[in-house]
C-alpha cells in the first residue's frame, strides 16, 4: 500500500473554493480504481493549509489516478488557488504501535 500525502497553502480568498470544489469531487476521487481511503486535513494554526491524506493500492494506482482527465480537471482548478508551492510526497507504513 502507498501513501500519499499533499500538502496546499491557498490564498485566504480561495480557501471556499478549494473546499466547494473538494466537496464536488471527493466521492469521484475515492471511488477511483486503487484508491483505497481519502481524508481532508486542516492546518490547526493556519487556516490556509490542507492537507490531502490518501491510500493508494500501488503506485501504478496513483499514477493511473495522476494521468486521468478527472486529476487533470481538480489539479488545474487547484493550482490557480494556491499562495504557494504545494508539497507532496509518498510513504508507506512500516509499523503501528497501538496503546
Known amino acids: 500500500m502507498l ?4 500538502r496546499m497553502t ?5 480557501v471556499g473554493a478549494f473546499l466547494e470544489n473538494f466537496e464536488k469531487n ?14 481532508l486535513w486542516q492546518d490547526e494554526n493556519d487556516k490556509n493549509i490542507f492537507l490531502t491524506y490518501s491510500h493508494w493500492t500501488d503506485e501504478a494506482a496513483l499514477n493511473q489516478y495522476r494521468d486521468s482527465e478527472l486529476f487533470k480537471s481538480v489539479w488545474a482548478y487547484t493550482k490557480t488557488l494556491f499562495a504557494a508551492k504545494p508539497i507532496a510526497f509518498s510513504s508507506k507504513k512500516i509499523q503501528e504501535v497501538e496503546g
Open 3 to 6: 501513501i500519499r500525502t499533499v
Open 10 to 14: 491557498f490564498q485566504t480568498e480561495k
Open 26 to 39: 471527493k466521492e469521484a476521487i475515492r471511488s477511483f480504481p486503487g484508491c483505497l481511503h481519502l481524508e
